[in-house]
């Protein structure tokens, strides 16, 4: 069945730590891969997305994301977390056409 | 510009009730789809709709409906409420002609169903 696994419910670390959240997904062929982030209050944002090219990919806040075709991942990074990065964190897969599945999502808590 | 906006931002109902949920779309779009988020869990593919017809659907009962208006906007209709139906309620929306590869997301409608 095709699934999207997201590998940490919640992390807590503080201010200046690396961040890194893990996403695996399974799904035969071409997929477009997402980030999305809910801050508290707020509504589903765009974090980054890749398409295709540089498995490397740059987003919004200082976030970048690696995709790793032969691993089905797609993990998410930020060097240096600031107490602003403190809301949830979805990993998202399309395998075309707008059709999204999310993963179960991650907590993130960032304390000054 | 507005972004993706909904209607109600809160309801309660009562279970064996019907509701209707209103999205419109970001500015320029033309594809709606509704995802539905149980408290805790990413949000869930329910049906996308593109020129007023159903595109794509997920898993979800033939109790969940929904529309396409000439303007684009879309209703969610969600008929003999259960209480395992409470949740938020998302709507997105995307250019078909973009390949719908990117969604905006609405900030929902909170369903309570007692």
């Known amino acids: 069945a095709q699934s999207v696994s997201q590998h940490n419910h919640h992390v807590i670390l503080s201010e200046a730590a690396s961040l890194e959240l893990g996403c695996n997904y399974s799904y035969g062929g071409t997929v477009n891969l997402f980030w999305y982030v809910q801050y508290p209050g707020q509504h589903l944002q765009l974090l980054l997305k890749y398409f295709s090219g540089d498995p490397l990919v740059k987003g919004i806040k200082g976030f970048e994301a690696e995709f790793i075709k032969s691993k089905f991942s797609f993990n998410l990074r930020k060097p240096s977390v600031q107490w602003s990065d403190t809301a949830e964190y979805f990993c998202a897969v399309s395998p075309g056409w707008g059709k999204l599945q999310f993963g179960a999502g991650t907590q993130v808590v960032v304390t000054p | 510009d507005a972004g993706v906006t909904q209607s109600p931002t809160h309801l309660i109902k009562t279970r064996g009730q019907q509701v209707t949920l209103r999205c419109s779309p970001k500015?320029?779009?033309?594809?709606v789809s509704w995802y539905q988020q149980a408290l805790g869990q990413g949000p869930q593919f329910i049906f996308q709709?593109?020129?007023?017809?159903?595109?794509q659907r997920g898993n979800f009962p033939d109790r969940f409906s929904g529309h396409q208006f000439p303007n684009y906007s879309s209703e969610l209709n969600v008929n003999a409420l259960l209480l395992g139906d409470s949740a938020l309620y998302l709507c997105?929306?995307?250019?078909?002609?973009?390949?719908?590869?990117?969604?905006?997301f609405g900030p929902g409608t909170r369903l309570t169903v007692l």
């Open positions: 997105a929306s995307s250019l078909s002609a973009s390949g719908i590869r990117e969604q905006f």
């Open positions: 500015s320029g779009h033309d594809t």
């Open positions: 709709y593109y020129e007023e017809e159903e595109r």
